[in-house]
């Protein structure tokens, strides 16, 4: 298995500003996986971020105002921009890891972020 | 191209009773499925998962998951509900290695004493 961290685990920002969050793994791992779980929603994939290229966004999520970082195979960051009320949600970050029967994606704890 | 499809965003049941919690997918390639609980304010946490391996999965905490193909379906049961299984259920699907989950829309259990 794969144990997962992030930070900050929640944040109330202002509108307009920015928050990086952080998903450290504590082995290397090929593919991390950024998911947004808005209020009483379901998860929905922002990006797919591969160590040493730039990160594949999902339609509907650009990288201007989701940049993301992969500078090596444990870490990554995720910066939501110029935030808006819109954008309170939980942000969990995901990789796979191969169990010994077969590969299985881990979540973080999740950052609760709120946005006023 | 994978989906799923959650059927009943609640289910409620009273303690000692049986939980079924349905989920049908659809995949243009072999699936792989998975199971995922979320406690109130929690994380996910992984219950249990399809590997294309024996068709009845048994997860953590008595949960158990039949995979039928011919149906396209991945129920997930527990012969008796405890208070402690309230939770948001997630059914997910991914086409192979290295790519992402999709999920359903999620099932919350509640358990009536």
């Known amino acids: 298995s794969a144990v997962i961290s992030q930070k900050p685990s929640r944040d109330i920002c202002q509108r307009g500003t920015s928050l990086t969050i952080q998903c450290q793994v504590d082995?290397?791992?090929?593919?991390m996986f950024w998911y947004r779980q808005q209020p009483g929603q379901s998860l929905t994939l922002i990006a797919t971020?591969?160590?040493?290229?730039?990160?594949?966004?999902e339609s509907g999520f650009v990288i201007d105002k989701f940049p993301i970082s992969r500078p090596n195979l444990t870490f990554s960051t995720l910066t939501v921009s110029n935030m808006s009320p819109e954008d309170s949600s939980i942000y969990l970050c995901?990789?796979?890891?191969?169990?010994?029967?077969?590969?299985?994606?881990?979540f973080g704890p999740g950052t609760r972020l709120t946005v006023l | 191209a994978q989906s799923v499809t959650q059927l009943g965003s609640h289910v409620s049941v009273s303690e000692g009773a049986l939980v079924l919690l349905r989920c049908n997918y659809s995949?243009?390639?072999?699936?792989?499925l998975f199971w995922y609980v979320q406690y109130p304010n929690q994380g996910l946490q992984l219950l249990l998962k399809?590997?294309?391996?024996?068709?009845l999965v048994k997860g953590i905490n008595g949960f158990e998951a039949e995979f039928k193909k011919s149906e396209t379906s991945f129920h997930l049961t527990k012969p008796s509900a405890h208070m402690s299984d309230a939770a948001e259920y997630f059914c997910?699907?991914?086409?192979?290695?290295?790519?992402?989950?999709?999920f359903g829309k999620g099932t919350r259990l509640s358990v009536i004493a």
């Open positions: 995901s990789v796979e890891s191969r169990d010994r029967f077969a590969d299985t994606q881990y």
């Open positions: 082995s290397q791992v090929t593919m």
């Open positions: 971020a591969n160590q040493g290229s730039e990160a594949t966004y």
């Open positions: 995949s243009s390639v072999p699936p792989y």
């Open positions: 399809y590997t294309s391996a024996a068709t």
């Open positions: 997910a699907v991914s086409g192979r290695r290295n790519t992402p989950l999709v």
